[in-house]
């Protein structure tokens, strides 16, 4: 079964899935251009494309039907519509209101348009063998990246110069960094998506580094907080908690689970020590060809995990004027529970 088959397969209330979200066309063609859309249902496999890419298209993209699109993009969905298509699903995720009217334009009469977005998503959510196996390589890559950034030690760099060596150490190794690389040091780690910042890293503060790799397209995604230099009991004590509470959360990772029941794992440990008010996000996400993708582990995530769903966990505590801690492992949901991608120790780590 083809990825295409498995979300025909998810078309239970719609003839067929117009995909325009460009990350979905790409899981599901190959495709890795900037534009493109394709139309998926029984006996129906369209690929569209601009002039641009039509040689692109050739080599990627196998099994389709493929079409190069007039001069107005989405006016190749005017026609070439079997009649058994009444009613096409679209993204609605991703459609904004002015494709819409477009598309009710160009799309013949008789097709009804409805909302069917995240389709795509629910497939990519479990992950084949070769992409578990691509996302723990850009895993190993982020990880030999982050021993490089750290072999000069931390204490009187600027957060921004730790940031660009892991980055560049990712570049060195073919890849690129999958999101703007998080150097949180000091009272900055109270800020969970601080920015990389000019001041001198200081000895005896925390030290927040949350990186990931792209390689293949696939991301990875991981956080670990250090010690610059020796730090005080109280900045020890949150590490302690963080650390605990993500080891608890790892344990609870498991098909059938349920994503806020893992998260009140972590949670309700954070909260009965009294820092459940600056532990202000979910526990985790999924990671793939997005950094952020499904399922997500939060207090509303009523979805069960599933066996091949790949995972962070990540709590934190974030104390404003102090600092803060998060600890992240990216994870394979297993039939035994979690299986670890991430390499690097999560104890507490002094560094010079
Ligand atoms: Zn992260
Ligand atoms: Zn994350």
Same mark, same amino acid.
């Given at each position: 079964m083809t990825r295409a088959d498995r979300v025909q397969a998810r078309l239970d209330d719609v003839d067929a899935l117009l995909v325009t979200d460009l990350v979905n066309l790409r899981y599901l063609t190959g495709f890795t251009g900037s534009n493109g859309l394709c139309v998926l249902g029984p006996g129906l496999r369209r690929f569209v494309t601009d002039f641009r890419y039509v040689e692109r298209a050739a080599a990627e993209v196998d099994g389709w039907d493929r079409e190069r699109s007039p001069?107005? /993009? %989405?006016?190749? %969905?005017g026609e070439g519509w079997p $009649? !058994?298509?009444r009613r096409l699903g679209f993204e609605d995720q991703r459609v904004t209101v002015r494709q819409h009217a477009r598309l009710r334009e160009l799309v013949p009469e008789p097709i009804e348009l409805v909302a069917a977005g995240g389709r795509v998503e629910a497939e990519r959510a479990r992950k084949e063998d070769a992409e578990i196996a691509a996302i723990a390589a850009a895993a190993q890559l982020a990880d030999a990246a982050l021993a490089a950034a750290l072999a000069d030690g931390?204490? @009187?760099?600027t957060e921004r110069d730790v940031a660009l060596a892991l980055e560049t150490a990712i570049r060195a190794g073919g890849g690129e960094p999958a999101f703007a690389t998080i150097v949180a040091a000091g009272? !900055? @780690?109270?800020?969970?998506h601080a920015t990389p910042g000019d001041r001198a890293i200081e000895r005896g503060t925390l030290v927040t580094i949350d990186f990931g790799a792209r390689l293949d397209g696939y991301c990875s995604d991981c956080t670990r907080t250090y010690a610059a230099g020796a730090v005080g009991d109280d900045l020890a004590a949150i590490h302690d908690l963080v650390l605990r509470a993500q080891t608890a959360a790892l344990d609870a990772v498991? #098909? =059938?689970? &349920?994503g806020r029941e893992v998260d009140a794992v972590a949670r309700d440990l954070i909260t009965a020590d009294g820092h459940g008010e600056h /532990?202000? +996000? =979910? %526990?985790g996400h999924g990671v793939g060809? &997005?950094? +952020? $993708?499904? #399922?997500r582990l939060a207090r509303t995530a009523k979805e069960p995990l599933q066996n091949g769903n790949i995972v962070t966990v990540e709590p934190g505590v974030y104390v404003p004027g102090l600092g803060g801690v998060r600890i992240e492992d990216l994870v394979v949901v297993a039939p035994d529970g979690a299986r670890v991608l991430s390499g690097h120790s999560k104890e507490l780590t002094v560094l010079d």
């Open positions: 001069t107005e /993009f %989405l006016a190749a %969905l $009649e !058994n298509v931390l204490i @009187g760099r009272v !900055n @780690g109270a800020a969970p498991r #098909p =059938g689970a &349920e /532990f202000g +996000h =979910g %526990l060809l &997005e950094v +952020h $993708e499904a #399922p």
